[in-house]
Structure formats: structure tokens, C-alpha cells
DNA sequence: AAAGGCACCAACCGCTGAAAC
DNA sequence: CGTTTCAGCGGTTGGTGCCTT
């Protein structure tokens, strides 16, 4: 499609009757209709896009260029990407966001497919939802910590878990080795279409930003020799941190068991918790967080980074911080 | 089954910078 | 060089469907 710049008139077969015509009829506004779907289509199809208050009349649509371009961009395009935002995608969304803020339009350059609607829709519903939950601002430093040091080596660990499971031929041993000799990227074929560089450096920052982080203390590296394959059973966030059960009369693993339904804190003693500041520190000490080595499934979206205990945990490490 | 709440997403609005006149 | 027009961006809103009570 070419893309016209310039303030030129029509250059279409509409008339100046027709063109008269439409500018006198009121503009319709609201969701589109197939038949006007239809017609943007085609006219695009026929003369390109691109000056779209001339686009708008010569197409007989009673709508402003701007609500044209809006449709076509967001919804019409041909290569408009559909469906839900993949473990990769989010972790672009989370990397980008974190090095440019609310530039949508950039980050979606980003992510083929994907329009700077969907990723801000994606970003104000799922990831500041979070923020509200943990009562704190989204663009505070604790959020964007815990984006950086929890969320994103999480998702980096499912993806990598999902490929280990889903890439015909195996690909555990050799991400391993990727990910812990090759600067700690992530080697993952599928990601090949979404912006691999990208990728590669949002894996990468969420695994080596600390340089205590690496994969081999991570809870996934630490639960298994085939990287990626093991996953921890507990909540996740609660893997990060050395949580010692009370009265465990058991045994000595983590588990969600021992908190209660509701979130109430159940037999865990709040003393046994690493101290907040020394997570939400500057110069975090990663080696001072245990890994578990519990076993776990993977996850699908970033909702399922966070549970009702993390929910809970984080706002007293929010609360106590503050 | 109905009502209310919530989440999601398409669409709109206001603003800004760039290009054309 | 000032004005006008347009494209694009980010913030916000409203409609719709789903879920819970």
C-alpha cells in the first residue's frame, strides 16, 4: 500500500458534487458496519491509503478521515496481528515499556502485528491492574522492580518452558547452554517473527539486570538439569524469596499450602520474610534468595504471574516499604 | 433468571509536529 | 514565513460480553 503525504486533494474518480454532497451529510460515528468496512477495503484496495479526510469522502463514507484511518490501522490491515498477546509478546511489551515508557506507537514498531491500541489496551487492563492490586503506582520505582526482577525473568522462564515442551526435537539442554553462555539470551526459535534482537535483550535484561541473577539461580535452573523443563509449584513470586515455615511438622518445602485461603498469611511467620528493603534496594542481592525447587506448570499469561498469596505479599512488602 | 459488577477493546478526543500552500 | 491542513500519538470513554451474586 502506498502511503500518499501531502495535503493534495483527491485524486480519485469522486466528484466535487459527490465530495460537496458528503461534507454537508452528517458524520456518522460509533462501531463500523460491514458495508462500511467494505467500502474502506476496497478503496484502500483500489487507491492505497493515506490522506484520509479525502479517503473518507471519495469512499462515500460518512465518517472523518481520522476515525478511517483508526479502522483501517487498527482492525482492517491486512497484516493486523489478532488474538491474545503471547508470553513473548508480553515480555517485549514489559522490556520496551520499561525503556520508553508510554511510546506505544514505538513499541508496537516492536511487535509485528500489534497496534499501539492493543498494546496500551494491554497495558492499562492487565499490567496497571496489577499496580492497582499491589496499591502502588505503576510508574513508581517498586513496580517497575518488581516488573523487571519477578515478572520478567518469570515469563523468560515460561517461555522457555513452553518451547522445551512444545519444539519438536527437544531444546532443553541447548537453551540451557544458550542461556547461561551466550551473554544469558534466550534461545527461542519461535520467537524468530516478533523482533528477535528485541527479544534476545528483553530476556536478557530481565535475567543479568542484577548480575547476581543468572539462570542457574533461578528456581527453574535450580529445580532441573533440563532448563526450562521444571517449573515451580509455589506461587510464583513467593519463589523469590526465603519464606521458612512455622510449625512445618512435615517437611521443609515451600508451599502454597501453608498459606490460607483469603490470603491470610496461615502458619508463615512474617519475621521469617526477607527484609523488604532488601528486595526493593537498589543493588538487590539475588543470591540471597533461595531458589525452591518445587515443580510447577507453566503459565499463560502474566495474570498467572501473580496469584492471591503474591497479591497479598507484595502489599505488605508495598506497605511496609512505604 | 435477572441484576450488578467487571474486564476488555474499539472508537473517539485533544494535542502536537510536519508538510503543503 | 505565517497559516492551514493533515497524520499520528497518547489518553480517555463507551459498548459489549462474561462472570458473580
Redesign the pocket.
Known amino acids: 500500500m502506498d502511503?500518499?503525504?501531502?495535503?493534495?486533494?483527491c485524486t480519485s474518480s469522486c466528484t466535487s458534487e459527490e465530495l460537496a454532497d458528503n461534507a454537508m451529510e452528517d458524520?456518522?460515528?460509533?462501531?463500523?458496519t460491514v458495508e462500511e468496512?467494505f467500502k474502506l477495503i476496497n478503496y484502500i484496495a483500489n487507491n492505497g491509503?493515506?490522506?484520509?479526510?479525502?479517503?473518507a469522502r471519495c469512499a462515500g463514507l460518512k465518517?472523518?478521515?481520522?476515525?478511517?484511518?483508526?479502522?483501517w490501522?487498527?482492525?482492517?490491515r491486512p497484516d493486523v496481528r489478532?488474538?491474545?498477546?503471547t508470553l513473548e509478546e508480553q515480555l517485549m511489551i514489559l522490556e520496551l515499556h520499561s525503556r520508553?515508557?508510554?511510546?506505544?506507537?514505538?513499541?508496537?514498531?516492536h511487535l509485528p502485528g500489534r497496534?499501539?491500541?492493543?498494546i496500551?489496551?494491554?497495558?492499562?487492563?492487565?499490567v496497571q491492574?496489577h499496580a492497582k492490586q499491589l496499591k502502588c503506582d505503576v510508574n513508581s520505582k517498586q513496580f517497575k522492580d518488581t516488573m523487571r526482577y519477578l515478572w520478567m525473568p518469570r515469563l523468560v522462564e515460561r517461555i522457555q518452558a513452553a518451547n522445551a515442551t512444545t519444539v519438536p526435537g527437544g531444546f532443553t539442554t541447548t537453551s540451557t547452554a544458550a542461556a547461561t553462555n551466550n551473554n544469558n539470551m534466550v534461545n527461542i526459535p519461535s520467537m524468530a517473527n516478533i523482533g528477535y534482537n528485541e527479544l534476545n535483550a528483553a530476556a536478557a535484561a530481565a535475567q543479568v539486570t542484577n548480575s547476581n541473577y543468572t539462570p542457574e539461580n533461578s528456581s527453574t535452573a535450580a529445580s532441573s538439569d533440563s532448563f526450562g523443563t521444571h517449573l515451580s509449584p509455589v506461587s510464583d513470586l513467593t519463589d523469590y524469596y526465603n519464606i521458612i515455615p512455622v510449625n512445618d511438622n512435615s517437611n521443609n518445602n515451600p508451599n502454597p499450602d501453608y498459606f490460607q485461603p483469603s490470603g491470610q498469611l496461615g502458619n508463615y511467620s512474617e519475621t521469617s520474610l526477607i527484609s523488604p528493603t532488601t528486595y526493593f534496594n537498589p543493588g538487590m542481592d539475588f543470591q540471597s534468595l533461595e531458589p525452591n525447587t518445587q515443580l510447577l506448570d507453566g503459565g499463560e499469561?502474566l495474570?498467572n504471574l501473580l496469584n492471591v498469596e503474591d497479591i497479598w505479599f507484595l502489599q505488605q512488602q508495598f506497605n511496609n516499604n512505604m
Open positions: 502511503v500518499i503525504k501531502g495535503r493534495n486533494s458524520l456518522r460515528r460509533g462501531p463500523w468496512d491509503e493515506g490522506r484520509w479526510n479525502s479517503l465518517r472523518t478521515g481520522k476515525s478511517c484511518r483508526l479502522r490501522l487498527n482492525y482492517l489478532r488474538g491474545n498477546i520508553w515508557g508510554n511510546r506505544w506507537s514505538k513499541i508496537a514498531q497496534t499501539d491500541n492493543e496500551k489496551n494491554y497495558w492499562r487492563t492487565r491492574k499469561t495474570d
